[in-house]
């Protein structure tokens, strides 16, 4: 989809954004509202031992490290060396993720993220939230792949993206998953944190490739991240997506319990205030249809402008 409303300047040239964080530099500053949410202090280390018991997933996992933001586990198949870079990453990345994202109303600060590490099997991954008796409510990541020693970030904040679409709002599970699907939120969480803890090269990589990938859903063509999500983080950071899991919590219909109600396919309609994540009230409806997304883009961008 191309429309004159959503490209922005180059990734190089652009006038705002999350300023970057040191190396090393444990809490963040962001342009989402702060809410100084402490990183968790969980009473108890975490087990030594895990066997896991979901889906396909039957391998029994050791604790290789683990602090009070992050418990990292691997298989028997994991170089033990690779701890070296994904403790220090996962725990800035995450204490960044409860310090934009987690609040009073939320379980993002719950526990600790529990980061779930195979070699050679498993490839790609999901997540488990503290809501999931399946993953033994724990907000965890569990990833497979090859070569852990390598450094492998966007896999890592991909998962830990899930749990905070299904967790960031208050209940359990997302309404817009069936309108953008496993990757496209993800997108804009991955380049906030790549921005956000500094990580200069992987952003700029990330950019450009995002800039040239399109979708065919839920139009032809439709340029996910340079007509929508980039637009949305270079003007608002990462607040606009912090009012947009509250709003869901406050005003999406629940199923009774922690959850949402079941959301019709070809029709969602809400009401939305402060979508901008700005100083300014934003009133819209957003009805979305599918093989209608213009209408829902240009929308939103009336009510932001």
């Known amino acids: 989809m191309t429309s004159g409303w ?19 530099t444990g809490w963040v500053e962001s342009r989402a509202p702060r809410r100084n949410v402490p990183v968790p202090r969980a009473p108890e280390p975490p087990p030594s031992r895990w066997q896991e018991h979901w889906r396909e997933y039957s391998q029994q996992l050791a604790l290789v490290d683990y602090n009070d933001t992050v418990a990292v586990y691997f298989d028997r198949d994991v170089h033990g060396s690779a701890v070296s870079w994904l403790l220090p990453y996962l725990t800035r990345m995450w204490r960044y993720t409860i310090d934009t994202y987690g609040n009073g109303s ?5 526990d600790r993220l529990y980061s779930i590490h195979h070699e050679g099997r498993y490839p790609g991954g999901h997540p488990g939230t503290v809501y999931d008796a399946s993953h033994d409510y724990r907000n965890v990541s569990d990833v497979g792949g090859w070569n852990w020693t390598s450094r492998q970030y966007e ?10 679409e299904d967790v960031a709002s208050g209940r359990h599970g997302s309404p817009a998953f069936p309108l953008w699907g496993d990757s496209k939120w993800m ?15 992987e952003s700029r990589q990330f950019y450009h490739r995002l800039m040239r990938t399109s979708d065919p859903f839920p139009a032809p063509d439709t340029h996910w991240f340079r007509d929508w999500f980039y637009p949305l983080w270079s003007d608002h950071g990462a607040g606009v997506m912090v009012r947009f899991f509250n709003l869901l919590g406050k005003h999406f219909p629940a199923n009774g319990g922690d959850g949402y109600a079941p959301v019709p396919r070809q029709r969602c309609s809400y009401r939305c205030r402060d979508w901008s994540g700005a100083r300014r009230r934003v009133g819209l409806t957003w009805v ?3 093989g209608s997304w213009l209408g829902v883009r240009n929308a939103v961008h009336r009510g932001a402008a």
């Open 288 to 290: 979305v249809r599918v």
């Open 187 to 201: 997108e804009f969480y991955i380049y906030d944190v790549y921005e956000a803890l500094g990580m200069a090269e």
């Open 155 to 164: 896999v890592l904040t991909h998962e830990a993206g899930h749990i905070v």
């Open 106 to 110: 939320n379980l993002l600060a719950a």
């Open 6 to 24: 959503g490209y922005r300047e180059p990734h190089e040239a652009r006038g705002r954004g999350t300023a970057p964080l040191p190396i090393g």
